[in-house]
């Protein structure tokens, strides 16, 4: 969908947004004034009150869900990029609370603070999950899954009072893992192995939305319940566990709290069941769609895990828009990985004192230019926070690459940052700049992708 189209759409919308707006059930807390205390809370965010007790961040109200050109690109080199190691990138875009609760997300708009039309959202998602396909993605559809999916109703699917999913949701949508994989890559990604999925016992959902709601309404309110499960291979013998023969797991998601192990909805408990197979999660909470994404590529995963399929699990996945051009000139080269050989254009030891840098020069008969090349420059302290590259050219242009380190990778060996497709003239040399108060070291190399890895950019 364009930019254009985006925008004639807004406006249809607010034509047809107050007709839609008829309804709204009682809702059952005082919270005062609550969408501009909750920004000023620990949500940061403007929060609203829904009917039966839901409510709704401001990003759970979203209508728009368009990609540009340059995230669109960004995708597909990454696709490219880890099929060439072998590995299939499955997109997993998660529907927000707001479209599959749209009854309550209605009545969480009657004051007029804010705008939502249930049905309008769900078209610009589903126009989404459309523009991946076409892209030539694979798409784990969960909104697809869920209309064939038997004995749904409202509530099974997200927290009234969080941001999470249900594990009834994780489970649906690890079987839209399951059909998208099948689909894309044949029934032999499926395992031999048999998993087992039990419900053990029911609790309260620790929720930080409903503490801070709490200091924020009149009244108390209740926790929600939460079923828990576990999922466990039916070969659990002492030979089986002891067993270091046994080939790496060949699923890996990436994510965000939704799908890290640490919670109990049970999203990779769900897919070893569907996929008989094991599976690698290296999802992490508070990170963002990207934290968990960069910290597997920065860890050299792409060349060592061995997996045959990436799960990228996408919770508003319209954050992506903003960060897809920094993601791709450091995650595409983090998936490249360290040079050898005649992938490797110059290479040079360095040290930098804080505040350093150090500059690897090109000679005047080395020909330079476009995203085809990057540099790769290991560490000698993995925890470095900040650095900067910059790519001077012969005719006098300069290109700065602030290397941005997520708040939640505490480390990463090495450090990457892919040439501009902006420039297309020569490159004369590389800066490493070392942004922080203590001391590193390493190999500072100038890398040509290896042949075939980008099949579409290049």
Not at 408 to 426: I, K, Q, W
Request: proline residues 5%.
């Amino acid at each position: 969908m364009s930019f254009r189209t985006g925008i004639v759409s807004l406006l249809v919308m607010a034509s047809i947004v107050a007709s839609s707006q008829t309804f709204a059930g009682d809702r059952l807390y005082q919270c005062d004034d609550l969408a501009r205390r909750a920004r000023l809370s620990a949500l940061n965010i403007a929060v609203y009150q829904g009917d039966d007790g839901w409510f709704f961040r401001s990003g759970d109200l979203n209508h728009f869900y368009m990609i540009s050109p340059d995230a669109l690109r960004f995708l597909s080199r990454l696709r490219d990029a880890l099929a060439f190691r072998g590995t299939k990138l499955v997109l997993m875009p998660l529907p927000p609370k707001s479209i599959l609760a749209p009854e309550h997300a209605v009545a969480a708009t009657t004051d007029g603070d804010v705008l939502f039309d249930p049905a309008f959202a769900r078209s610009e998602f589903e126009d989404l999950v459309r523009t991946f396909k076409s892209n030539g993605q694979v798409v784990a559809d969960v909104l697809q899954t869920i209309g064939t999916a038997a004995d749904m109703q409202t509530g099974d699917y997200y927290f009234a009072r969080d941001v999470h999913w249900r594990p009834k949701l994780a489970q649906i949508s690890a079987a839209a893992v399951q059909t998208a994989l099948v689909d894309a890559a044949g029934p032999s990604i499926l395992g031999d192995k048999t998993f087992a999925t039990r419900k053990t016992g029911e609790g309260l959902n620790e929720s930080n939305t409903n503490t801070t709601l709490n200091q924020l309404c009149a009244e108390q309110i209740p926790g929600e319940s939460i079923d828990f499960y576990v999922t466990e291979e039916a070969d659990q013998s002492l030979d089986s566990f002891l067993d270091d023969t046994a080939a790496p797991p060949p699923v890996n998601v990436v994510g965000t709290s939704f799908t890290d192990e640490a919670n109990p909805y049970n999203f990779a408990g769900f897919l070893r069941e569907d996929l008989r197979n094991d599976v690698a999660t290296y999802s992490m909470s508070g990170g963002g769609v990207d934290t968990a994404l960069y910290k597997w590529a920065n860890d050299g995963l792409a060349t060592t895990s061995g997996a045959k399929a990436l799960v990228w699990e996408l919770p508003f996945p319209e954050r992506l828009e903003e960060i897809a051009p920094q993601l791709e000139r450091e995650i595409i080269p983090a998936v490249a990985g360290l040079c050898t050989g005649e992938d490797q254009i110059r290479s040079m030891p360095y040290e930098l004192g804080p505040q350093g840098s150090a500059t690897l020069a090109l000679d005047a008969s080395t020909r330079v230019s476009g995203d085809g090349y990057y540099i790769a420059a290991t560490l000698s302290d993995p925890t470095l926070r900040s650095a900067a590259v910059t790519f001077d050219y012969r005719d006098g242009r300069q290109d700065v690459l602030p290397i941005i380190r997520p708040d939640r990778v505490a480390s990463a060996p090495n450090v990457f940052g892919e040439l501009t497709s902006m420039v297309s003239a020569d490159l004369e040399s590389v800066t490493l700049e070392n942004r922080t108060a203590t001391s590193v070291s390493g190999q500072l190399s100038l890398c040509r992708y290896p042949a075939g890895l980008l099949s579409t950019s290049n």
